[in-house]
């Protein structure tokens, strides 16, 4: 597997010694993985489904802590739209690892139907779901933003922080009886953010933070550092607790990692344009053929230096670089790149060459 610390496992699973040649592996907080059901060009959802269990199903076996879901409408090239539909299927099919959503964005639901929602899936699967829930619409299209809220605008602050606070009530069994007749078990509550003012809810509220490194990088240091400052222990965590998420693509070399990265940034690109709803994800070879303006190429080259991109060393180097600057607790990995095959191959090639605390999944 090559993330235990008494060295690598042959074909049987057995531990065996390194070789004294082998390169040291890099130390990292315990590893999770965020999925959002790519479906490349020329393929459908259902094989973008398919990749997923599959995908999910290796990251436990390698020792992964967790598997989350996202929430995104209207982006072609993300499968992901029914976090705790896609939940329920990965807990079914996929032992052991904790299962969530990263995130249910709360202003498109109502947070009774929520809580509903998580509490079966913790009755069904006890000890193993997360209830990830964000602020975002998951779409930058204004008719989908308003089809989602029923004909309304998008959240305020204090809209969004009456939701957050009803659905912890009712997970919390606050209105006199639990959400689910007869149940004993309750989803793990975690707030989404990618601001400041985010973390200082997650820290208000008691919460644990999954913080979108991958989304803005630049905030993430003053976010965590007034999470850690503001933290209140609640019911749901009695000290602070972060999960940083880092966009991270892993190839044998940093060329082949910057190769098998392009379809996601022209279809970030797409997106950025405000063309999301026309992106779609390329096979590599098209997509090195792909130009974009050079404005618009120097701002995404930007943030993907500020990610996870490269060979094992590279790619493990710039995680633990991001460990370290942060204080995460965990690093949840996420891998946009178009073959499945070769998601997996990253999440593969980053447990070889690190070593981390590997989840035990019963």
């Known amino acids: ?15 065996v010694p390194e070789s004294p040649r082998s390169p040291a592996r890099v130390p990292l907080p315990p590893l999770s993985v965020l999925e959002l059901a790519m479906v490349e060009d020329g393929t459908s959802a259902a094989d973008g489904m398919a990749a997923v269990a599959a ?49 249910v964005l709360l202003p498109n639901h109502a947070p009774l139907v929520v809580a509903e929602q998580f509490a079966t899936l913790a009755a069904l699967h006890p000890g193993r779901i997360d209830l ?45 009886a639990p959400v689910l007749p007869g149940g004993d078990g309750t989803p793990e509550p975690w707030l989404l953010s990618s601001s400041v003012a985010g973390a200082e809810l997650a820290a208000e509220l008691g919460l644990p933070l999954a913080f979108g490194r991958h989304i803005r990088p630049g905030n993430t240091v003053e976010a965590l550092t007034r999470y850690r400052e503001l933290f209140r222990p609640s019911r749901w965590r009695e000290e602070p607790y972060v999960i940083v998420s880092v966009e ?25 344009q405000g063309r999301g709803a026309e992106a779609v994800l390329l096979p590599p070879e098209k997509a090195a053929a792909e130009t974009l303006p050079a404005a618009l190429e120097e701002r995404l080259d930007q943030m993907w230096a500020t990610q996870a991109h490269g060979s094992p060393r590279t790619a493990c180097g710039r995680l633990a670089a991001v460990a370290a600057e942060t204080g995460a607790d965990e690093l949840m ?22 070593v981390f605390p590997p989840a035990e999944h019963g």
Request: aromatic share 6%.
């Open 55 to 103: 995908t999910v199903r290796r990251a436990g076996e390698l020792g992964f802590r967790r598997a989350w879901v996202a929430e995104h409408h209207g982006y072609q090239p993300v499968g992901s739209v029914a976090p705790p539909v896609l939940a329920a299927h990965l807990a079914a099919t996929t032992p052991g690892i904790r299962i969530g959503s990263g995130g």
């Open 248 to 272: 991270t693509v892993c190839a044998p070399t940093d060329a082949e990692a910057a190769y098998l990265g392009r379809p996601a940034k022209l279809a970030m690109a797409a997106a950025v």
């Open 333 to 354: 990995l996420s891998t946009p790149v178009y073959e499945p095959a070769c998601r997996v191959r990253s999440l593969e090639s980053v447990a070889e060459a690190s």
């Open 132 to 176: 990830g829930v964000g602020r975002g619409p998951g779409t930058t299209d204004p008719a989908t933003i308003r089809a989602l809220r029923r004909g309304g605008e998008q959240a305020t602050d204090a809209e969004y922080r009456a939701d957050l606070v009803a659905l912890l009530d009712y997970l919390a069994g606050a209105y006199g």
């Open 1 to 15: 597997m090559g993330h235990d610390q008494r060295g690598r496992r042959d074909d049987t699973g057995t531990s």
